[in-house]
């Protein structure tokens, strides 16, 4: 995984910040994003969001946590809103991964509409897990 300054930056500030680190960042039109184990997610939230609003006040960027998870599917699930994933399938097109998501209908709309989010997702999927691709 190659980190960029930009990267670091943000990597080492949350850190600082916190007192736990995260295993990726990417930033993209103003949101940093963050891919953080479980066991450190707690500490960068703080008690009732506390140091993630300091440090997201302190950045003047809006801070999106992503959990890790070593199973694909089950990242991606855990970074959708909570019952709108119905299910995930990997599929492989000869080097090529793919990650097909169902969305619950009554939800796809508003899946789809946050594309900030898909965005950072697909890019944390292809950076530490190899998925080139997700379907909707």
């Given at each position: 995984l190659?980190?960029?300054k930009?990267?670091?930056?943000?990597l080492?500030?949350?850190e600082?910040?916190?007192?736990?680190?995260?295993r990726?960042?990417?930033?993209?039109?103003?949101?940093?994003?963050?891919?953080?184990?479980?066991?450190?997610?707690?500490?960068i939230?703080?008690?009732?969001?506390?140091?993630?609003?300091?440090?997201?006040?302190?950045?003047?960027?809006k801070?999106q946590?992503?959990?890790?998870?070593?199973?694909?599917?089950?990242?991606?699930?855990?970074?959708?809103?909570?019952?709108?994933?119905?299910?995930?399938?990997?599929q492989?097109n000869?080097?090529e991964?793919?990650?097909?998501?169902?969305?619950v209908?009554?939800?796809?709309?508003?899946?789809?509409?946050?594309?900030p989010?898909?965005?950072?997702?697909?890019?944390?999927?292809?950076?530490?897990?190899g998925?080139?691709?997700?379907?909707?």
């Amino acid at each position: 995984l190659k980190l960029g300054k930009e990267q670091m930056f943000y990597l080492s500030a949350l850190e600082r910040e916190t007192g736990k680190s995260a295993r990726d960042c990417i930033v993209q039109n103003g949101t940093i994003s963050f891919l953080v184990n479980t066991e450190n997610m707690p500490r960068i939230i703080g008690k009732k969001g506390v140091n993630i609003k300091k440090f997201t006040e302190k950045m003047g960027k809006k801070i999106q946590l992503f959990e890790y998870n070593e199973e694909p599917e089950k990242f991606i699930e855990k970074a959708l809103p909570k019952g709108t994933v119905k299910g995930v399938q990997m599929q492989k097109n000869g080097e090529e991964k793919t990650a097909r998501i169902e969305i619950v209908p009554s939800e796809r709309v508003s899946i789809k509409a946050n594309q900030p989010k898909i965005r950072a997702l697909k890019e944390l999927l292809d950076r530490n897990f190899g998925v080139k691709n997700i379907r909707l």
